[in-house]
């Protein structure tokens, strides 16, 4: 095999390699960034009521791991008015987990577009 013939194929084997690499990296990162994250499944949530209005819970299977009393984003703990509130705004928190946001935060422009009165 003369010296030419052995540069072709290590140019070949380099080519090779780079688009092994690089299908298995872009490939690995759609799977890290979709919206089947490994922590969040089977979620769903659970309005209970307390003193004065609504709360809700975020339960993955049988365990509870947010549990919200008041209105998020809102100074004190002033609770939901209705059981229908608590529900629209667990609903987003949800949404917000699926996507692979967290904390699943909760600005008052979101409060606002839900119609949730908290002023």
Known sequence: MNVRSKYKLILICLIAFAGVAYFYFSTRSEVNNGTNSEGFRNLRAQTFEQNGGWGYR???D???????RGIP???????FKTKNEAETVASLVIQKLKKGTFPPTITNQELDSLSINYK
Not at 62 to 68: D, L, M, N, Y
Not at 73 to 79: D, F, L, Q, S, T
């Open 62 to 68: 049988t365990t509870a791991f947010i549990e919200q």
């Open 73 to 79: 984003g809102i100074p004190g703990m002033v609770p």
């Open 58 to 60: 975020i339960v993955q």
